[in-house]
């Protein structure tokens, strides 16, 4: 079966994976960067959109997204990715609010808090080097369970949420990258081989 040089190249160029030159991978990555009017709402004031893009850059040199809709779902996941990154930050920043509360507190308060009452007056009545032991072993046993934000669940089920959305943005993707994949291959080809020398010559002047 023979065809053209030209309809080759259209059926070779439709079955594109995507861009694999560095130029096409960051032309793709700028372009899921654009897609939302509200992108540079995306992003908190201390947070560098460099690092977003690159990590954009780094999912499409793996994912090679070829068309729009699959430019969406690369977003999307580099979107979750970020959104856990930030989850990560806050839970630590929690930790150290908490152990900031703790170490600024006063004396008094500390041992209320994590002795009651009583034994904040049974501390009191000690010597002062009884006092220091007792503060020291107090302090490395406090700070150690301080090492959990006070609701864990509420870190989890997010992190969760976003690995979720991450998972099912990548399905979605190679959904869509298949189902170009099969279209393209589902297209009729010319069947007519060239019977004689003047079709031959046809087959050669359409190129």
């Known amino acids: 079966m023979a065809i ?9 160029g439709s079955k594109s994976t995507g861009p694999v030159t560095p130029e096409g991978l960051a032309a793709s990555s700028q372009n899921a960067l654009k897609l939302g009017i509200f992108s540079k709402r995306r992003f908190l004031p201390e947070e560098n959109p460099a690092d977003f893009h690159a990590l954009i850059e780094s999912l499409v040199a793996v994912y090679n997204p070829a ?4 430019i ?23 930790i150290e609010l908490q152990r900031n ?12 808090r994590f002795g009651g009452r009583m034994l904040s007056h049974r501390i009191a009545a000690l010597d002062e080097e009884t006092r220091q032991k007792y503060m020291a072993e107090r302090d490395a046993v406090v700070t150690a369970a301080l090492g959990f934000p006070e609701d864990p669940e509420k870190f989890s089920r997010q992190a969760a949420a976003l690995h979720r959305e991450f998972d099912l943005a990548a399905r979605q993707l190679r959904e869509e990258q298949s189902r170009r ?23 050669e002047a359409e190129d």
């Open 4 to 12: 053209s040089r030209s309809e080759a190249s259209r059926i070779n």
């Open 67 to 70: 068309t729009l809709i699959e």
């Open 72 to 94: 969406i779902y690369v977003d999307r996941m580099g979107m979750a990715r970020w959104k856990l990154a930030r989850l990560e930050r806050a839970e630590v920043a929690v």
């Open 101 to 112: 509360f703790f170490d600024f507190a006063s004396e008094e308060d500390k041992w209320q």
């Open 181 to 203: 994949v099969d279209l393209v291959e589902m297209r009729p080809l010319k069947s007519r081989e060239p019977t004689d020398r003047s079709d031959a010559i046809e087959a």
